[in-house]
């Protein structure tokens, strides 16, 4: 069969999740839909029209009182302050909870995307990604989108829309007034903007990478210290996770610093237009065109305008990082998968696969996504139901290829799979591993309870299931010893010995039913006098109708195993 048809899905269907993705397709799906987003835009724009218009009316109405006119005259502006004082606060809150809310479910939405497009890359596609990235991909850079409806969308939609409106209303007042503020406002816009731009864009682009640089220096010290502490690096160590920090410290103070500037700025613009406001209205007071109160609107209404015209130049420094964010996004995911991995659309599918004559490889050829040369190479092997196989070989010599292969984490370049008479190419993936589990060389524990470390491959399982199973694989006394199903294993089986957690892998696959099962190395970093016990415990813990196919470099004991399979530089050995 040909790389392509190995290759084919089973669906003729592609999920438009698993196709190339842009920069503007990230940002367009950060965006919450219309429907959700209104409610919020509406209150945004009716708090700050509020805020403007509570000073307007407080001006029109201090001046207008010092003239000692009726009290009867001063009411409707009494209570205009009060209804703007109040109706600010009540829309700011209602503003507050409906673009949180749907900026949040919007950004769960995205996060869940960005996942679904990983995991089909894991485990064999990501080999080569640095931790820090993948994690600040999923959590830094995604949190990152939610400012784009937050703090660049909505405060663009409420402060254009009344400063136009503060505009309109000082035109009504005091034309030269309004063109006065209508050209602040935009000298605002230019030289704020280009200011953050020219003084901060470099500053805020780095900060996401430099924060992985720093996630990478820690993950990579907490995950060797027994080492570094060993060899006498650990100061070494600490010192690339302190360069880290700086680093981002200094570029997180530049954005600072530029956005202090970008302030100070439109302050200075805010008292400029004011000031100008003045200076074009008085001859009209002086010669009575407008009253004293319509100075005061048209003199103190730009303090207001301005004071809500600061969220633009914030949103273009906030649009300069969301836009970042979704470049590094983008360009973290494939824009087509590699021909390595298998890949299809997702499907509902619980289809389950009939065991039958079991495991077939014919003519299977594999290599690693990225590497220049097959790791496997024209590979026949057939397991028979109940079968127990030996593969053994030196290091490199391809032993955790196969494995892979088998549970389908890589795909076959050349050649055929079959499990019973079904090809694995016809069915989901999910299904493949559902026939045939894999046992890893250095098993994946959870830093949870014993009990939560098994339920997961059975979450039906009751506590006399679980102790049952680690009875089954020799860890009953262990199990009295801890305190029983709630002792905890540590982050990454850190509590557990090796054997143990070889153990507490190989429970799991006993409770998940596998017909198949791949243990792959799993005396590795257990004591080499330890080794033929751990393996003897191992595979009389297995039921008999289960096929095992057990992964070692080194020999086994007798009576063991039906048969064994030599790999030598990635093709059998004769």
């Given at each position: 069969?040909?790389?392509?048809?190995?290759?084919?899905?089973?669906?003729?269907?592609?999920?438009?999740?698993?196709?190339?993705?842009?920069?503007?397709?990230?940002?367009?799906?950060?965006?919450?839909?219309?429907?959700?987003?209104?409610?919020?835009?509406?209150?945004?724009?009716?708090?700050?029209?509020?805020?403007?218009?509570?000073?307007?009316?407080?001006?029109?109405?201090?001046?207008?009182?010092?003239?000692?006119?009726?009290?009867?005259?001063?009411?409707?502006?009494?209570?205009?302050?009060?209804?703007?004082?109040?109706?600010?606060?009540?829309?700011?809150?209602?503003?507050?909870?409906?673009?949180?809310?749907?900026?949040?479910?919007?950004?769960?939405?995205?996060?869940?995307?960005?996942?679904?497009?990983?995991?089909?890359?894991?485990?064999?596609?990501?080999?080569?990604?640095?931790?820090?990235?993948?994690?600040?991909?999923?959590?830094?850079?995604?949190?990152?989108?939610?400012?784009?409806?937050?703090?660049?969308?909505?405060?663009?939609?409420?402060?254009?829309?009344?400063?136009?409106?503060?505009?309109?209303?000082?035109?009504?007042?005091?034309?030269?007034?309004?063109?006065?503020?209508?050209?602040?406002?935009?000298?605002?816009?230019?030289?704020?903007?280009?200011?953050?731009?020219?003084?901060?864009?470099?500053?805020?682009?780095?900060?996401?990478?430099?924060?992985?640089?720093?996630?990478?220096?820690?993950?990579?010290?907490?995950?060797?210290?027994?080492?570094?502490?060993?060899?006498?690096?650990?100061?070494?160590?600490?010192?690339?996770?302190?360069?880290?920090?700086a680093a981002l410290r200094r570029a997180v103070t530049r954005r600072a610093g530029s956005q202090a500037g970008t302030t100070a700025i439109v302050s200075v613009l805010a008292g400029a237009a004011s000031l100008l406001a003045v200076m074009v209205s008085a001859p009209a007071v002086t010669?009575?065109?407008?009253?004293?109160?319509?100075?005061?609107?048209?003199?103190?209404?730009?303090?207001?305008?301005?004071?809500?015209?600061?969220?633009?130049?914030?949103?273009?420094?906030?649009?300069?990082?969301?836009?970042?964010?979704?470049?590094?996004?983008?360009?973290?995911?494939?824009?087509?998968?590699?021909?390595?991995?298998?890949?299809?659309?997702?499907?509902?599918?619980?289809?389950?696969?009939?065991?039958?004559?079991?495991?077939?490889?014919?003519?299977?050829?594999?290599?690693?996504?990225?590497?220049?040369?097959?790791?496997?190479?024209?590979?026949?092997?057939?397991?028979?139901?109940?079968?127990?196989?030996?593969?053994?070989?030196?290091?490199?010599?391809?032993?955790?290829?196969?494995?892979?292969?088998?549970?389908?984490?890589?795909?076959?370049?050349?050649?055929?799979?079959?499990?019973?008479?079904?090809?694995?190419?016809?069915?989901?993936?999910?299904?493949?591993?559902?026939?045939?589990?894999?046992?890893?060389?250095?098993?994946?524990?959870?830093?949870?309870?014993?009990?939560?470390?098994?339920?997961?491959?059975?979450?039906?399982?009751?506590?006399?299931?679980?102790?049952?199973?680690?009875?089954?694989?020799?860890?009953?006394?262990?199990?009295?010893?801890?305190?029983?199903?709630?002792?905890?294993?540590?982050?990454?089986g850190a509590l557990v010995s090796g054997g143990q957690a070889q153990r507490i892998a190989l429970a799991r696959g006993i409770l998940r039913d596998f017909p198949v099962l791949v243990l792959d190395e799993p005396t590795a970093g257990v004591d080499p006098a330890a080794s033929d016990a751990?393996?003897?415990?191992?595979?009389?813990?297995?039921?008999?109708?289960?096929?095992?196919?057990?992964?070692?470099?080194?020999?086994?004991?007798?009576?063991?195993?039906?048969?064994?399979?030599?790999?030598?530089?990635?093709?059998?050995?004769?």
């Amino acid at each position: 069969m040909s790389a392509a048809q190995t290759q084919t899905p089973r669906t003729g269907s592609v999920d438009p999740l698993q196709t190339p993705v842009s920069t503007a397709q990230i940002l367009r799906r950060a965006m919450p839909p219309w429907r959700r987003f209104w409610p919020g835009a509406a209150s945004g724009f009716l708090t700050e029209a509020s805020a403007v218009a509570l000073l307007a009316c407080s001006a029109w109405l201090i001046v207008y009182a010092s003239e000692q006119p009726p009290v009867m005259f001063l009411g409707a502006a009494v209570v205009g302050v009060r209804a703007f004082a109040l109706s600010r606060a009540a829309f700011r809150y209602t503003e507050r909870l409906a673009s949180h809310d749907a900026a949040l479910r919007q950004l769960a939405q995205t996060r869940t995307d960005l996942v679904r497009r990983v995991i089909p890359l894991a485990p064999d596609g990501l080999a080569r990604t640095r931790r820090g990235s993948v994690l600040g991909a999923l959590v830094d850079d995604v949190d990152e989108l939610q400012n784009l409806p937050l703090r660049v969308v909505l405060p663009l939609i409420s402060s254009a829309s009344v400063a136009v409106g503060a505009v309109v209303l000082v035109a009504f007042v005091w034309w030269p007034a309004a063109l006065t503020l209508l050209a602040c406002l935009l000298v605002a816009a230019a030289v704020a903007t280009l200011w953050g731009w020219a003084s901060g864009s470099r500053a805020e682009r780095s900060i996401a990478p430099l924060r992985s640089r720093l996630a990478d220096a820690v993950l990579d010290y907490l995950g060797s210290l027994d080492v570094l502490v060993a060899y006498g690096a650990e100061d070494a160590g600490r010192e690339r996770i302190r360069a880290a920090d700086a680093a981002l410290r200094r570029a997180v103070t530049r954005r600072a610093g530029s956005q202090a500037g970008t302030t100070a700025i439109v302050s200075v613009l805010a008292g400029a237009a004011s000031l100008l406001a003045v200076m074009v209205s008085a001859p009209a007071v002086t010669s009575g065109t407008i009253t004293g109160p319509a100075f005061a609107v048209a003199a103190l209404v730009p303090m207001a305008v301005f004071e809500v015209f600061t969220a633009v130049p914030l949103a273009a420094s906030a649009w300069r990082q969301v836009r970042a964010a979704a470049e590094r996004i983008s360009t973290a995911l494939p824009d087509s998968p590699p021909a390595e991995l298998p890949f299809e659309a997702p499907s509902p599918s619980t289809t389950d696969i009939d065991l039958a004559s079991g495991l077939v490889l014919r003519g299977v050829s594999v290599r690693w996504p990225g590497a220049a040369s097959a790791s496997l190479t024209d590979i026949d092997l057939e397991v028979r139901p109940g079968e127990r196989v030996l593969v053994v070989g030196s290091s490199g010599s391809g032993k955790t290829t196969l494995a892979h292969v088998l549970v389908r984490f890589l795909a076959p370049s050349a050649g055929d799979y079959l499990i019973g008479d079904t090809r694995v190419t016809d069915v989901p993936a999910d299904a493949v591993r559902r026939t045939v589990g894999l046992c890893e060389q250095h098993p994946m524990l959870f830093d949870e309870d014993i009990r939560q470390n098994l339920l997961f491959a059975r979450e039906t399982a009751t506590d006399a299931d679980l102790e049952a199973v680690l009875v089954r694989v020799g860890l009953g006394e262990w199990l009295r010893e801890r305190g029983g199903l709630d002792a905890r294993v540590g982050e990454r089986g850190a509590l557990v010995s090796g054997g143990q957690a070889q153990r507490i892998a190989l429970a799991r696959g006993i409770l998940r039913d596998f017909p198949v099962l791949v243990l792959d190395e799993p005396t590795a970093g257990v004591d080499p006098a330890a080794s033929d016990a751990l393996l003897t415990d191992l595979l009389a813990a297995v039921g008999p109708d289960q096929a095992i196919v057990l992964i070692s470099h080194v020999a086994v004991p007798d009576g063991l195993v039906d048969r064994t399979v030599r790999l030598a530089e990635g093709r059998i050995a004769r």
